[in-house]
């Protein structure tokens, strides 16, 4: 007897009639566990069935028939996740049995070649799915960024100013509105400010009233334009001014000349300041 029919006799004691009920309890229980498709496990019995009925039992008789059984269904199995991975487990099954078959080699050639190959492509869609998957969680939370901006140039005025009054721990969120390094150091120079946030914290110093520097149905004097598309669009924030209409207009609760904006919408959702000019 050969070392592979030696292995096979071994499988064979392994899947006896014994524990072949306590195996298919097995597999009943840690398929769905482990999240593997149920229409492996029906191939393989539907065809050990189907040959049998059909008078072709003799197919799977013998040593090798439990053993050529379970090998379909880890490949079958495997293919569900890649192609690549079953046919380098097909590779590495016949690399196996080749080793036991020396000093015939031809099939532990055939099982290291497609071990080899396949593997390698399996190693090459595994980094390739990796960075694809990457790249759907960076475009998922850009998406969710996006959908946090502010959806009009009155709603951006309204972000800014109220960002300014809040203090200087809302400064960063300023400058991130301001989304080209030529807007922030524009509005830095526009206060004569070495950076981005300490032109907030000028700009925020010369608020008097925190509480009122903000979007409300009070504020008024600003125009804003949207481009055809959405795409872009205009924000001139230069003679802002509160009014009530029962007392009229109220004191200015800070600078009341803002600037002058360009926006541009990011993925067709909220907008973000491109360019800046003072007033």
Same mark, same amino acid.
């Given at each position: ?54 008078? =072709? ?46 000093? /015939? ?9 497609? =071990? ?26 850009? =998406? ?119 926006? /541009? ?15």
């Amino acid at each position: 007897m050969s070392r592979f029919d030696t292995a096979l006799s071994a499988v064979r004691t392994v899947l006896t009639v014994r524990t072949g009920p306590l195996l298919l309890v097995v597999f009943a229980v840690a398929w769905p566990v482990a999240g593997f498709p149920w229409w492996p496990i029906a191939l393989v019995v539907g065809l050990a069935v189907g040959l049998r009925v059909l008078g =072709f039992g003799y197919l799977l008789a013998g040593r090798r028939g439990p053993t050529l059984l379970v090998a379909l269904l880890v490949t079958t199995t495997l293919g569900v996740w890649s192609p690549w991975l079953a046919v380098t487990a097909l590779g590495a099954g016949l690399a196996v049995a080749g080793a036991f078959r020396l000093p /015939r080699w031809q099939l532990l050639a055939v099982g290291l070649s497609l =071990f080899c190959c396949a593997g390698g492509g399996w190693l090459v869609q595994t980094v390739l799915d990796a960075r694809n998957e990457a790249a759907r969680y960076q475009q998922a939370g850009d =998406f969710s960024r996006a959908q946090m901006l502010p959806r009009s140039p009155r709603e951006v005025l309204g972000v800014v100013i109220e960002l300014v009054g809040e203090g200087s721990d809302r400064s960063d969120a300023v400058c991130t509105l301001l989304s080209t390094p030529s807007a922030a150091a524009q509005l830095a120079n526009a206060f004569h400010a070495p950076d981005c946030p300490s032109a907030v914290a000028a700009w925020r110093a010369r608020v008097a009233n925190p509480q009122k520097y903000a979007l409300s149905p009070e504020l008024s004097g600003e125009i804003g334009t949207i481009s055809p598309d959405g795409e872009t669009g205009t924000l001139e924030a230069c003679s802002l001014h509160w009014d009530n209409w029962w007392t009229g207009r109220l004191p200015d609760p800070g600078p009341t000349a803002v600037g002058h904006f360009q926006l /541009r919408r990011v993925l067709k959702q909220g907008y973000v300041i491109t360019d800046y000019r003072p007033c």
